[in-house]
C-alpha cells in the first residue's frame, strides 16, 4: 500500500519545483531516520542541497547560453608567458565588480596572445556569480544586425543582444566593418552604454578602429563609449599558438633558424 503522507509529500514537492528532495525522499527520510538531526537540521540540509543542485543548473543553463567557443579558466592562463598582463588586474577583474559598475574591458594585442582566452575566463567568472552572457564574434555581430535590419526588425535584435550583463564581443579588427554595419554596431553599444558590460578583443590598437570601420567619426563615437568606464590591457608577448609549434618541434626560434 502506498503511504498517504509520502505521496502528499511528493506532490507538494513537485509543485514547488524541489525535484531533488522528491527524486531522492526515500533515501532521504532512511538517513534522517538514522541520524535523527533536529528538525530544523533536518530541513537545512535538505533546503541546501536543493539550493546546490539549483545552481549548478543555473550555471549549466547560463553556460549553454553564453554560446563560448571553448570553455577556458583563468586558472589555466600562463600569465609567466604574458607578462605585460598585470596579475592584480586580472585577479581585480575577476571579481566582476565590472558588472556590477556596467564598465567595459578592451584586451588588445598580436593575435595568438591569449585575448580570447581571457575574455572567456572572464565571462565564465560573470556566469558563475550569475549574471548572464553572451559571446559572438564582431563578424557575426554585424552580420546578424545586418540581417534584421534588412527583415526590419533591427530593434527586436538590439534588445536580445542587450539583454545579457556581459557581452563578449571578439575579434575587432580581424574583418574590415563596412560603414553601414559600423553604425549598426554603435547602435549596440550606444544602448548598452553605462547599463551593462562589454568585454572586446581586438588586435589593432584604437588608432586604427577608422580604418576598421571605414569611418573615423564612427570609430571615434564607438570608442568614446567604450572607453568612458573601462580598463584596457594591451599584452604585448608572442602567441600561444607559435608558442605550441616549437614545442612540437614545426618551427625554430629565430636564433636557431641559418642565416
Known sequence: MSNPTLSRIESNLESLKLYRTRDQLSSILEEAGKENPSYADFLD??????????????HAMYTAMAKMPFVKTLESFDFGFQPSIDKKIIKELASCMFVERAENILLLGPPGTGKTHLAVALGMKAIT????????SAASLVSALNKAYSENRLEEKIKQICMPRVLIIDEIGYVPIDPHGAHLLFQVISRRYEKGSIIITSNRGFGQWGEIFGDPIIATAILDRLLHHSTVINIKGESYRVKEKMRAGLIRKRDEEEP
Not at 556569480?129 to 559572438?136: A, D, V
Open 45 to 58: 540540509t535538505v533546503l541546501l542541497a536543493e539550493r546546490v543542485v539549483k545552481a549548478e543548473k543555473q
Open 129 to 136: 556569480q550569475k549574471h548572464r552572457t553572451f559571446f559572438i
